[in-house]
């Protein structure tokens, strides 16, 4: 049974920094691309980033481009997302996602608020 578990959401004032941690298990993770989402309220899911089965590459949306960074531990079956210099417009709750044996798996998200 696949599962994704996202930790490290919380408030944080603007300028601030955060880190989240998804971790996987019921799958070979180190197969897999593996991204973040994020979904506002009363917007639609959106990407942010997606990481390499290796680590090697990384992706990320203009709006997250030079201060978010994508990371993984394939030993530890874990992706990392460090978030620095948030604003307000990155509140969202933020979900790791991968595509394995031909279906979608999301974890239950978490909430990262940005606010004075």
């Known amino acids: 049974q696949v599962q994704l578990v996202e930790s490290g959401g919380d408030w944080v004032q603007p300028g601030g920094s955060l880190r989240l941690t998804c971790t996987f298990s019921?799958?070979?993770?180190?197969?897999?691309?593996i991204s973040w989402y994020r979904q506002a309220p009363g917007k639609e899911r959106e990407w942010v980033a997606s990481?390499?089965?290796?680590?090697?590459?990384?992706n990320y949306s203009d709006s997250v481009k030079g201060r978010f960074t994508i990371s993984r531990d394939n030993a530890k079956n874990t992706v990392f997302f460090e978030m620095n210099s948030l604003k307000p417009e990155d509140t969202a709750k933020y979900y790791c996602?991968?595509?394995?044996?031909?279906?979608?798996?999301w974890g239950q998200g978490t909430q990262v608020t940005v606010s004075s």
């Open positions: 019921g799958f070979p993770f180190s197969n897999d691309i």
């Open positions: 996602h991968v595509f394995a044996g031909g279906h979608d798996y």
């Open positions: 990481i390499s089965s290796s680590g090697t590459f990384q």
